[in-house]
């Protein structure tokens, strides 16, 4: 399976402020790549699904001007998450989907402490 | 689009006992039905998987078995040990890869 990456590991942040989060595909050119939220004890949730090269996907209650994803390259995603609020807080996480198998591997996740 | 079931919420074992924990989906294009085991403060890690064409799946002490009938497949857990304590969480996919809301297994030594 493909092995992913995310930095930073955890984060704080003040409200109103954006933070960038990173994700990358170390071994293995991903033209798909997908990010998650999870709150604590919950599931994961798609938020969206990022393409290399093209527009991302977003879930529906999404806000695409909060999050923002560039997939500029085969091997990084970045989701930036602006004007933070108390509220984003949460555990992102970040696949790669690996070929036309529809196998997800994920990063070790990055959690987003707004306060 | 896909919805996911998982039960139980929690499981709590004794060391060496078995562990199942059932899924069922809505979605009959679905095809690929991965399990994943979570432990605290990291990502999701892929475990087993199953695709439609196949009844069961088994690799050491875990297996999966998939009725595409009945839109159900099941993680089974043999000889459990203290390190199997997680989240287990079931996925299907077709269009898209829907997750199920998670199993915390508690495996007590």
């Known amino acids: 399976g493909a092995v992913v990456s995310q930095h930073p590991s955890w984060v704080i942040c003040k409200s109103g402020t954006s933070v960038k989060i990173e994700c990358r595909s170390l071994?293995?050119?991903?033209?798909?790549m997908f990010w998650y939220r999870q709150f604590p004890k919950q599931s994961l949730m798609l938020m969206a699904t990022?393409?290399?090269?093209?527009?991302?996907?977003?879930e529906q209650g999404v806000e695409k001007d909060k999050f923002l994803i560039n997939h500029a390259s085969l091997t990084l995603s970045t989701l930036t998450v602006t004007s933070a609020h108390p509220e984003d807080s949460s555990f992102y996480i970040c696949?790669?989907?690996?070929?036309?198998?529809?196998?997800?591997?994920f990063g070790p996740g990055t959690r987003l402490t707004v306060t | 689009g896909e919805n996911v079931e998982q039960h139980p919420s929690t499981l709590s074992v004794q060391e060496g006992d078995s562990a199942v924990i059932k899924c069922t989906y809505s979605d009959s294009a679905s095809n690929y039905f991965p399990w994943y085991k979570q432990e605290l403060g990291k990502g999701p890690q892929l475990i087993i998987d199953i695709r439609s064409n196949v009844g069961e799946k088994k690799d050491q002490r875990i297996a999966v078995t998939l009725n595409k009938t009945a839109k159900h497949f099941s993680l089974h857990i043999t000889e459990t040990q203290p390190e199997d304590s997680a989240v287990y969480f079931c996925?299907?996919?077709?269009?898209?890869?829907?997750f199920g809301a998670g199993t915390r297994l508690t495996v007590k030594p």
């Open positions: 071994d293995f050119q991903a033209t798909t």
């Open positions: 996925a299907a996919s077709g269009n898209d890869m829907r």
């Open positions: 990022s393409n290399e090269g093209s527009k991302a996907t977003y």
């Open positions: 696949s790669v989907d690996w070929g036309a198998l529809s196998e997800q591997y």
